[in-house]
């Protein structure tokens, strides 16, 4: 078996894992043949640039979910092998589905590719409901891996609190604010290296007072620290609010995005997933959400590169720069609690960088 690439590391890597934690042999053999499909699929995946990487991570994460069923089960029941033999034949089916697919050429690939995905999505949704009509899987009503919906994580999106010690970005904030409060939707990347005060900006933002008159409940915070797909920040989201999204985790977020009138979405720490996924991939969601009519976007993101296909608001284009020499010393002075005669020197080394000296 191949290592995973860089894009099939989630959804791949906890099936694998849920696969190692099994103990029971009979069905390990069952499972392990289930892993093997999944895992050929992803392969045959691995060098289109296409839009198939959701179906399989969806596929990934119900196995995994059914994986994690079987922990504690002593032997292989009939009812068991009934729904592990589905399952398999389901990844068959993919399989067959995608390896058709892919034979023919680029053009009638896109022709062809939302029906497609259309109906593995089908498949994978009867799949999903006979096991759960099975009951032994009776837990995977509350994942978010089909067409059952979990219970809202909410805390998984709240806002960080209010930096206590937070100087020098009075302007950068400001503008923020202002393009926050208006009355269309804006788009804002956050640049700049690592430790420059992304985060720190936003969260002061975020606990800006009108800003959260304006969008109250509706302020959704994302960090993007783990995620290593495009799509999954869509299910990470869906999953979090707690969405049903048997007719697509897009339809799903789209529905409940423009529901609301105003809806504040920070994706933080974008670059883990820009890094591990396809660039195209993390562009069109994030101009799935920018495209929304009542989403007002915020990024953070290592770096001096924001993802294009966006219609950024110009004001806020470059990176976060160093702070100011004054806002560093009167940071200093706070964390160190103590001065220091070449203290100036020090910050100016530092080049403005608000090292956190609290780890
Ligand atoms: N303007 C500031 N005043 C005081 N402290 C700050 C300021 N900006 C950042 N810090 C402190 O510096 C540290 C790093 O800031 P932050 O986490 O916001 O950086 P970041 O750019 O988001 O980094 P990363 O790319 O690692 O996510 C934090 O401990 C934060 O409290
Ligand atoms: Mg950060």
Redesign the pocket.
Known sequence: MTGPTSSQKGPLASLRSAFERLKVTPVKDKAEEILRRVTGIYETIRDTQDDYQYITDQLALLATSVFKGLVGNEKLSEELRKALDGLSRTCLDIQAELDKHMQKKVNERAVEAPELMQRLQKTLSTQLQHLTFLGFVDYMRYRAVGAIASPADLGRLRPPPK?A?????DELVQSIVDLLLHEETCRIPLL??????????V?TVLHDDRVKAKFGEHMFFLSCEGIVSASGVLLALASALGLQHENGVEKALSDFFTKHKYVLLVL??LETVWNADDESQVEKVLAECANTGTVSLVI?M?GTIRPGGVDWSDTILDP?DP?PLE?ARL?WKKLARKTDSRLDELLKLLDGI???D?D
Not at 193 to 201: A, L, N, Q, V, Y
């Open positions: 930096p010690i937070f100087y020098g970005r700049g290296m690592g430790g420059i005060g992304k985060t720190s900006t969260a933080d720490n953070t290592r976060l702070l806002a940071m608000p090292l956190d609290s």
